[in-house]
Structure formats: structure tokens, C-alpha cells
Nanobody, 118 residues
Framework: VQLVESGGGSVQAGGSLKLSCVVS????????MAWYRQAPGKERELVTS???????TYTDSVKGRFTISQDNPKNTLYLQMNSLKTEDTAVYLC?????????????WGQGTQVTVSS
């Protein structure tokens, strides 16, 4: 199984970016997908997630600005990021959770850099 992110880059504050994550390989008990981010010197943070039934969660700092979505036939996860702020600067990682008894993030991409300048 491979997760490959793309779409990162440099943008000015207030701008937008759309990240994509293509999942190669079959995850039989996949239950949830997510975007995490990690800024220099900070812990990895769960930004947003989406379950198989489409239920989404967002960390407070991105509510109303970021939107997670998935295209199941294309095995692709997206993150639309609008009204970007300098504090959104980080490496963004795609993650896939699986498991029958416990839905845990077991598969990770390498990440894509997002840099927001003022």
C-alpha cells in the first residue's frame, strides 16, 4: 500500500491550495482517511478526517477554511485549503486507518510541503 501526496507549494496568506493523496493498493478494512500536518519543532497534528460514511472532523483552527473530500473510485483523498494563514505552514501528510476492532492510522504518505507567506 502506498499513499502519495501532491499539490503542496508556496502561497501568500489568503490564498488557496488543493492537496491530493492517491492510495495505491487495497486496504481491506479501511475505515477512515485523514490529513495530518507537522510544522518545524511541533508535534504532528490531526487536521481533518473523513470516515467511510462521509462523516468529517476538523480541528478548530481550520474549520470553515479547509474541506476534506474523497473520490472512492479514484482512490483519492483531497484537501481544499482556502484563506490560508502563515500558521498553516507545515508538511501535510495523508493517512489511512484500518482495523476491525480498532480504527487506527497504519498507512502514511511522505508528505507535501505547504508554505504560506505574509
Amino acid at each position: 500500500v502506498q499513499l502519495v501526496e501532491s499539490g503542496g507549494g508556496s502561497v501568500q496568506a489568503g490564498g488557496s491550495l488543493k492537496l491530493s493523496c492517491v492510495v495505491s493498493g487495497y486496504i481491506s478494512t479501511r475505515c477512515r482517511m485523514a490529513w495530518y500536518r507537522q510544522a518545524p519543532g511541533k508535534e504532528r497534528e490531526l487536521v481533518t478526517s473523513i470516515s467511510n460514511d462521509g462523516t468529517t472532523t476538523y480541528t478548530d483552527s481550520v474549520k470553515g477554511r479547509f474541506t476534506i473530500s474523497q473520490d472512492n473510485p479514484k482512490n483519492t483523498l483531497y484537501l481544499q485549503m482556502n484563506s490560508l494563514k502563515t500558521e498553516d505552514t507545515a508538511v501535510y501528510l495523508c493517512a489511512a486507518a484500518s482495523g476491525w476492532l480498532a480504527c487506527e492510522y497504519r498507512y502514511w504518505g511522505q508528505g507535501t510541503q505547504v508554505t504560506v507567506s505574509s
